[in-house]
């Protein structure tokens, strides 16, 4: 989808349409699998705790699309 939107510009509404529906397909699959939701909040409550502890925030990772 990112792509296709950098390739694009401007008509990435029109012709991007079938990307964008891919892409949100596989976003509704991870969000509502209940083991994706209970690693993510491991995750976040492992780092929330880490931070408690010291006081120091943790970077955030960078998101690297696999495309």
Do not use: W
Request: one cysteine or more; charged letters at 35%; proline letters at 3%.
């Amino acid at each position: 989808f990112t792509k296709c939107c950098q390739e694009t510009g401007l008509l990435m509404v029109v012709k991007c349409r079938q990307e964008n529906t891919a892409l949100k397909d596989c976003l509704v699959g991870y969000y509502s699998d209940p083991s994706f939701y209970e690693e993510c909040k491991a995750e976040y409550l492992k780092q929330r705790e880490e931070y408690r502890a010291t006081g120091i925030k943790k970077k955030r990772q960078k998101f690297m699309p696999s495309v």
